[in-house]
């Protein structure tokens, strides 16, 4: 059975962290479709351009195991205010399918009210944008079926955490070693 993660992007994405995550779970064996949030060729904060698979709207009338929010700004602010990446969230989260999000990303998570009483993470100076009494400082936070990481720095301690969580530890372990990742 074939793995299926959603990664929505748009203009001003981290492309160190949306990168990682495609790369390292494709090399998982996972099916990954990166969804741009407009039609088109998408630029990241650093100026990279990458190409969608899809449109968004397009992606969202598949099943997928995981959505993953990279960060980046003004990406992560435009998946927090899109209302079909909040509606595809809380979706997902009541039907008991795994949301991650990375550096400022996990401001949606907020905005979708999946971080009410739980445990995230998120880039540093933003811990405004997470519920009171919700911030915690480490890498990676797996709070029940959410996964919430800190930035750029992380990107790859969280990407293998996504593939431990959905394919299982030995193939994480087994991506880890090929890409020389402790």
């Known amino acids: 059975m074939t793995v299926h993660v ?8 981290e492309e160190i962290e949306a990168t990682t995550i ?19 060729p998408v630029t990241g904060r650093s100026g ?26 003004p990406n992560a602010d435009t998946l927090r205010d899109d209302k ?18 990375i550096c400022a990303a996990p401001a949606a998570l907020t905005r979708a009210g999946l971080l009410e009483h739980r ?12 519920p009171d009494g919700s911030f915690v400082p480490d890498r990676v936070v797996v709070e029940e079926k959410i996964i919430t990481s ?10 293998l955490t996504l593939v431990s969580l ?12 090929a890409l020389l990742a402790p």
Do not use: W
């Not at 351009?49 to 992606?59: F, Q, R």
């Not at 445990?119 to 997470?130: F, R, S, V, W």
């Not at 800190?150 to 990407?159: K, L, S, V």
């Not at 959905?166 to 070693?177: N, P």
């Open 84 to 101: 079909r990446v909040i509606t595809a969230l809380q979706k997902a989260h009541e039907a008991g399918t795994y949301v991650a999000a």
């Open 119 to 130: 445990k995230a993470t998120i880039y540093p100076g933003c811990e405004k944008n997470l």
């Open 22 to 40: 495609i790369d390292v779970l494709r090399r998982a064996g996972i099916a990954v479709t990166v969804a741009g949030l407009t039609d088109g």
């Open 166 to 177: 959905l394919v299982g530890e030995e193939i994480a372990k087994k991506v880890a070693g």
């Open 150 to 159: 800190r930035g750029p720095g992380t990107a790859m301690e969280f990407a």
């Open 48 to 73: 990279i351009t990458m190409l969608p698979d899809t449109p968004l709207d397009k992606a969202l009338g598949h099943p997928y195991e995981m959505i993953v929010l990279p960060g980046g700004q």
């Open 6 to 13: 959603l990664v929505p992007i748009s203009t001003g994405f």
